[in-house]
């Protein structure tokens, strides 16, 4: 009969961002459920950083309560909106080796999350996303947010020829170091924070960019203004494409 232990190996250490507004109804549950599976399924230790974008609900009593019962998640209050300020406010711990962040809504079936760290541990990678736009994914979600992501994608084809498939999914790794030289160019702290890390990392820094293929259900009560999303896409993805131009290395 042969044994199996799972050990935590303390020479890597990884820390999950989860940016968060307003999620009193799923906040716990989902935290729960992360905590019980990465303690099973992800051999390296690790620190969740709940990341409150001011929230008006009960959110942070949540996240509080959470932080006492858990010796490896922390409460972060930001007392300013945008998912990509709440992800470089909890990226700023410099004891862990690499930084990662999901969607609360866990529409990322976490299955995937040991091989996006992985990719980047064993395989040297200095950033790992899981994209929904790979044909091993599978996806359920409605044609409008199908059709927009998909012409979203194209257009970094186009004007960039980037090498990654989905920019947008929330589900991404770096190396810290890499994190620490792209941050001081990071300009956006909405949801274009996702891009702008990726078009600096592969077009200005050629750093290796690897995507993982997801399982991925759309979460149906999901509070993102797509109009006013999409806006400040394109607007950042105008930005960028001259930023790159005068900025090539």
């Not at 709940?50 to 009960?58: C, F, L």
């Not at 044909?135 to 970094?156: D, I, P, Q």
């Amino acid at each position: 009969m042969e044994l199996f232990f799972f050990v935590k190996w303390d020479f890597m250490k990884i820390l999950i961002a989860l940016p968060v507004y307003n999620e009193e109804k799923q906040l716990s549950k989902n935290v729960n459920k992360l905590c019980s599976f990465l303690e099973k399924s992800l051999p390296y230790s690790f620190q969740i950083v709940i990341a409150d974008n001011n929230s008006t609900d009960g959110t942070s009593k949540i996240g509080k309560d959470l932080e006492k019962s858990y010796k490896n998640i922390k409460y972060l209050y930001l007392p300013k909106k945008g998912k990509g300020l709440a992800i470089k406010q909890a990226w700023q711990n410099k004891d862990f080796d690499i930084y990662s962040f999901m969607d609360i809504d866990l529409s990322t079936d976490l299955s995937a999350f040991p091989i996006l760290i992985n990719k980047i541990v064993k395989e040297d990678y200095d950033v790992a996303i899981g994209s929904r736009l790979s044909k091993e994914s599978k996806v359920k979600r409605g044609f409008k947010r199908t059709f927009v992501s998909k012409s979203y994608n194209l257009l970094l084809k186009l004007f960039f020829n980037v090498s990654f498939p989905d920019a947008q999914c929330g589900f991404k790794a770096i190396k810290r170091s890499v994190f620490e030289q792209l941050s001081p160019e990071i300009k956006n702290d909405g949801f274009f924070f996702d891009t702008e890390l990726l078009l600096l990392a592969e077009k200005k820094y050629n750093f290796k960019i690897c995507s993982v293929p997801v399982n991925w259900a759309d979460d149906t009560t999901s509070t993102v203004h797509i109009g006013k999303t999409i806006k400040e896409d394109l607007s950042g993805l105008w930005r960028m494409y001259w930023y790159l131009r005068k900025n090539k290395r």
